[in-house]
């Protein structure tokens, strides 16, 4: 895999200011909107930079397959995100499901890489 600097340095301020969108949308006055804004701008950051930055050394079919996963997960961690700025929650079970999915999403990518090698 290679990968592409700029488009990983655009998916990098996308999800810094997706975090900061999430900062600013959830208002409160505890550390929850610090959290969300980082879990979210982290965990959008690795979904976006595999959906826009990722290639293929041999231009193989594992680009397309790797894009797609990243996408669909990039949409879910996002609505994710948004519920979350909307709901009262617990950092905790912030944590737990947003690391659930971003570890599923990097098994899922690396199978896919490693699979169509």
Known sequence: ?????????????????????FY?????????PLANALGGGIALFVTLAGTIAVGSKDGGGSTLNIRLASGVFFVLLLIEQIIFCMVSFHIAPYIIVTGILVLI??????GI????K
Do not use: F, R
Request: charged fraction near 10%.
């Open 1 to 21: 895999m290679k990968i592409n600097g700029v488009t990983l340095i655009i998916a990098l301020a996308v999800a810094a200011l997706a975090g900061y969108a």
């Open 24 to 32: 600013a949308a959830n208002g409160a006055a505890t550390d929850i």
């Open 105 to 110: 999403y990097v098994l899922i990518a690396y």
């Open 113 to 116: 890489g490693k699979a169509l």
